[in-house]
């Protein structure tokens, strides 16, 4: 694994306007950036990546389906009370899930290890699938990289298959996120044009639009009945709001799945190492109520379990702590887990973003910032693998 320079291409950001990534640039500083990317063997691609994002995904659902029968494992977790049934019966209706993306410590020199799982609404999907494609094509097309240099990257196709697999007759399906929110409305945009791709008929409502009827189904703005959705919006605030309580008898399918809101949790974190203590992919954790969270001494990072963009993530190492982005996530049941700051390549810190798609790996994505939390404005860079 290897940070390299790049020249960037002259007309990339026409390019990326054109094609509705709009969001290049997040409140005035460069999101994505090609001015380098990021080199992996196949090997470093096959084995320390794709093969332990099936892994930690498969030991995930079966956490999902441990704690759907416990009481206390839900509390654990923070479900509201009144919707664990439902969250419990999505599970066991076996409803479809769409995608989700771990982010992992990676040097290129050991095993990945699990930061967490944005398996609910991760975001940095249209950028991964198609922004960084057309990079590569363009810089074998020059001849900066050889004809046969290839990328880490089905996401685009596996999404297609997996609306198919979901919707195998096709149909009309609704998405919704807030209109105003670039990225969010873009992101939401792709996946409808994806699913149209797959043979459904996509149909955007803003969230704040979507109302009840007298029959306690859930309609759009113009009053039709919404069968199927695909929501920008996490679980963790969904299972709260008014419109919480008609959910289990609405009929309507949700993407992603209530028991999705079980491992987009970061709890699964100390959950997953006291069921696979010293597993290679896992860094210790412990809920910060259980006295055991001791054992990671006055080094470890502090989370909350609902977060986003790393808003009141906490490291602390030697006791001294790093300064703390408020996001307003502060309260409530708090996880530590061992502190492992992301790789340095050339004084920049980087995550890995890999992918799932129904129960598959499906390509990752490069998140770069200066400081060792990962947020909204660090940058996106391109990656291949070496021919």
């Known amino acids: 694994m290897e940070r390299l320079k790049f020249d960037p291409r002259p007309d990339w950001q026409a390019r990326a306007d054109s094609l509705g990534f709009t969001w290049h640039h997040v409140s005035g500083e460069q999101y994505w950036d090609e001015t380098a990317a990021y080199a992996f063997s196949m090997q470093q691609i096959e084995e320390d990546l794709e093969t332990p994002t099936e892994v930690l995904h498969a ?22 009370e009144a919707m664990r049934d ?52 363009d810089q074998i097309a020059s001849g900066v990289l050889p004809a046969e240099t290839d990328q880490f990257n089905s996401l685009h196709e596996k999404l297609v298959a997996r609306f198919r697999t979901i919707f195998p007759d096709g149909g009309f399906m609704h ?60 679980w963790e605030q969904m299972l709260r709001d008014d419109y919480a309580r008609p959910l289990p008898t609405a009929e309507v399918t949700v993407l ?39 054992r990671l001494g006055n080094s470890y990072v502090r989370k909350p379990l609902f977060s986003r963009e790393g808003a009141n ?14 996001g307003g996530y502060g309260d409530g049941i708090h996880i530590r887990q061992a502190l492992r700051p992301p790789a340095r390549f050339d004084d920049n810190h980087v995550i890995i973003g890999s ?8 390509g990752i994505g490069l998140r770069e910032d200066d400081t060792r939390v990962t947020r909204n404005t660090s940058r996106f860079l391109p990656h291949y693998i070496r021919a």
């Open 313 to 326: 993530v906490e490291l602390v190492e030697r006791g001294v702590a790093d300064p703390v982005l408020d």
């Open 355 to 362: 992918w799932v798609v129904g129960d598959e790996a499906a």
């Open 86 to 137: 439902y969250v419990a019966d999505s599970w066991k209706r076996q409803e479809p899930s769409l995608y989700g993306r771990f982010d992992f410590f990676y040097d290129g020199k050991g095993p990945a290890k699990l930061y967490e799982y944005n398996a609910d609404t991760p975001t940095s999907i249209y950028e991964t699938a198609v922004f960084q494609w057309l990079w590569l094509e």
């Open 175 to 234: 998405f919704s996120s807030e209109p105003d929110f670039v990225e969010d409305r873009q992101t939401v945009l792709f996946l409808e044009d994806l699913a149209k791709q797959a043979g459904l008929e996509p149909q955007f409502v803003a969230l704040g639009d979507i109302g009840l009827n007298a029959d306690g189904r859930f309609v759009d703005h113009e009053n039709w009945l919404i069968g199927a959705l695909f929501k920008l919006y996490p």
């Open 256 to 294: 992603e799945p209530a028991w999705k809101s079980l491992i987009s949790n970061k709890g699964i974190l100390p959950l997953l190492w006291e069921r696979h203590p010293g597993h290679p992919n896992l860094l210790e954790a412990y809920f910060e109520s259980d006295p055991a969270h001791e």
């Open 59 to 80: 030991m995930c659902l079966d956490l999902v389906d441990e704690v759907v029968k416990s009481e206390r494992l839900m509390a654990d977790l923070d479900i509201p």
